[in-house]
């Protein structure tokens, strides 16, 4: 004791020992003293700051694996020996409970070692680091055995790992254990150590006026306030075990406005504020709650999963509000996967998609949150409590639309908040306006779309996907036109056509929304089944003109058979093409053609194959007479030589200056 502060020099050399200390009020190596029944020991100054074990007897018995499991439980380790006096400590409180630990047995308390890895060779339980202390009797099972226990005499020795003993918890310093379901001012007086014995168990003793002792007599766990001597709370059921975990407490004084009682959840471990506590008290990483996976004992780390908090159950049939208080803007992103069927005749394309809209409702809060790139699935129980945005398919075809799938999920897991430290659920809440939703729908269905065929089979259809906000959320729901976004993932060429330009028409208001796509058809298909044959059908008609005048059926059969054979080709053709669509320039070629092929019919039938002659009279004169020769010569027919001109230069020029025409048409609409 002094009679003056002391400076903080003074104070370090005194905790480290290079002072004696001696106070200029009292000193106790210097005072007299009288003894009533204390035993006097004189130890070295040095001795006061080697560090030494603080080692608690838990007087009841288990496996090593049981006794490993209960010091973790109490932010502790099994106790192992480093120092001859830490030995002649640990026996000193083994001796204590002799008659408790297995009194007919010398073997009492277990030691935190094992030699399982390499026999012979001692380490921590949990660590490859070897023990540089060990006190094995001259004679002992250490190399039959994995695990050590001490006996009373202080000596160690080897023991079978299933046997039960006595456990001795190391506990550090530093370390200590949190109440939390009570209404401290303070984190600090939520904290709590495992001190000495009381009624023959360690007790719990927080850092300023609570205690919790074992009571014996009823076989519950009490906590007093010492301050005023009286029992606040007391364990609801009889138990033996330690008050470790979330439990059911009786209040037995009026507590954190509480009435005398009533029943609070209070729970005592050393869990941190980024672990999930255990029902049991076990502390495992955040990450691992809520994860479909049994990572607690109990299974209590998947239990009460859910994810929504709501603050009012009827407020789902409301949509939320904007950021600013305006409209809230749905964020749309649109992604076709499939085209599986084009429908040419009816005008209609058969198609797989998936739409997701992505919004912030303030009113929420979240939990169990995954800050992964899928974000976290939301079960239907939790979808349940959200509002859901509607919206109407209006080019439909038939009402033909099916839903595959559907699911919610809440994206990121921003600014999360840890309750306070008085809460006994440690899950940290996720804000709604700083973690978006998002609605994700898969369907199967067949829109309409017009089909511009005039430049058929050279056309490109602009086809859609129409969607529109119902009527009573206009000025309250809007679509995010600016952030929408649209993706074709499935295979862009098929057996008609190929799919390119995907985009979004922005200019329809804030309440519709239409995603358009090209089908662009494949003309080879159409020119190797369409125009290549009836070119050739008509070049076979053609060469039909240059028969003999004289085979009129060869000529006739031939010509009628071409123009059958393309009107076959015509109507075919006509027949996967929509009836009611106006002329196209593909039916301007079957008719220029077909027309052609009727006029060679007409020149093959209209043509006079009979040649007309004229006779010529030749006067020969003799000696006594003239006589007359009669010579015919043939004379070439009007349709003769009209037939010559058609076939090497009309039907030519004709064929030439119609393609011209018709392909100059095709490549303008193009």
Request: proline content about 4%; some cysteine.
């Amino acid at each position: 004791m002094w009679n003056r502060p002391l400076h903080s020099g003074e104070i370090g050399a005194l905790a480290q020992c290079r002072s004696s200390g001696r106070g200029n009020v009292f000193s106790s190596d210097t005072a007299e003293f009288e003894n009533f029944g204390v035993k006097e020991k004189w130890v070295d100054i040095l001795d006061l700051c080697r560090p030494v074990q603080h080692n608690l007897i838990l007087p009841e018995t288990r496996t090593v694996e049981e006794s490993l499991d209960m010091c973790k439980l109490l932010n502790a380790t099994i106790a192992v020996p480093a120092s001859p006096l830490d030995n002649e400590s640990l026996q000193n409180d083994t001796i204590a409970f002799a008659d408790v630990c297995l009194p007919t047995a010398s073997w009492k308390v277990w030691l935190g070692i094992s030699d399982a890895e390499e026999d012979g060779v001692w380490r921590r339980f949990g660590s490859s680091d070897r023990v540089t202390y060990t006190n094995f009797a001259p004679v002992n099972a250490a190399s039959s055995y994995s695990c050590a226990s001490m006996m009373v005499n202080g000596f160690w020795d080897g023991d079978l790992c299933t046997n039960k003993r006595c456990t001795s918890c190391h506990v550090e310093p530093a370390d200590y254990l949190v109440v939390r379901g009570l209404c401290f001012e303070s984190e600090y007086r939520s904290r709590f150590r495992v001190d000495e014995y009381i009624e023959g168990r360690p007790f719990f003793r927080g850092y300023y006026d609570l205690v919790i002792v074992w009571r014996p007599e009823v076989k519950k766990w009490v906590m007093i306030n010492t301050a005023s001597n009286s029992t606040l709370l007391r364990t609801s059921s009889v138990t033996k075990d330690y008050p470790l975990g979330m439990r059911q407490w009786d209040v037995v004084s009026e507590v954190c406005e509480v009435t005398e009682g009533d029943v609070l959840m209070v729970s005592l471990s050393h869990c941190s504020p980024v672990h999930f506590m255990c029902r049991s008290g076990h502390c495992i990483p955040r990450e691992l709650r809520c994860d479909f996976r049994y990572d607690c004992r109990d299974g209590s780390d998947e239990s009460n999963c859910h994810v929504v908090e709501v603050s009012d159950e009827q407020q789902r049939h409301i949509p939320p509000s904007g950021p600013d208080g305006g409209p809230l803007r749905l964020r749309a992103a649109l992604v076709i996967s499939r085209i599986a069927n084009i429908d040419d005749i009816n005008m209609a394309i058969t198609l797989e998609f998936q739409f997701t809209l992505t919004w912030t409702d303030r009113r929420l809060r979240f939990r169990h949150l995954k800050d992964t790139k899928n974000g976290t699935i939301l079960t239907e129980a939790d979808a349940e409590k959200l509002w859901r945005p509607r919206y109407q398919l209006v080019n439909l075809e038939g009402g033909d639309q099916k839903l595959l799938a559907q699911s919610f999920m809440v994206n990121g897991a921003n600014d999360g908040t840890t309750p306070d430290f008085n809460s006994v659920d440690m899950d940290v809440r996720y804000p709604g306006a700083m973690n978006e939703l998002s609605m994700i729908q898969r369907f199967t269905a067949r829109v309409t779309c017009y089909f511009h065929l005039y430049s058929y089979p050279f056309d490109i259809q602009h086809c859609s996907i129409d969607l529109r906000l119902p009527t009573e959320h206009e000025g309250y729901v809007a679509f995010s036109l600016s952030d929408a976004e649209v993706l074709y993932t499935g295979p862009r060429t098929l057996s008609t056509y190929t799919i390119r330009d995907e985009r979004i028409d922005r200019s329809l208001g804030p309440s519709a929304l239409s995603v358009y796509f090209d089908l662009h058809r494949r003309q080879g298909v159409i020119l190797f089944s369409t125009f290549l044959p009836s070119g050739m059908l008509l070049l076979v008609s053609w060469a039909t003109l240059f028969l003999g005048l004289d085979a009129l059926n060869a000529r006739a059969i031939m010509s009628l058979t071409t123009l059958l054979v393309l009107y076959t080709l015509f109507s075919n053709m006509s027949r996967s093409l929509p009836s009611g669509a106006a002329i196209k320039l593909i039916d301007i070629w079957f008719f220029v053609i077909i027309f052609l092929l009727f006029v060679n019919i007409l020149i093959h039938i209209f043509v006079d194959n009979k040649v007309p002659e004229t006779t010529n009279r030749i006067f020969v004169k003799g000696n006594t007479q003239t006589n007359s020769i009669s010579v015919v010569k043939p004379q070439t027919s009007r349709s003769v030589k009209f037939l010559k001109v058609y076939r090497l230069i009309g039907l030519p020029v004709i064929v030439v200056l119609f393609n011209i025409l018709f392909w100059s048409a095709v490549f303008l609409e193009s």
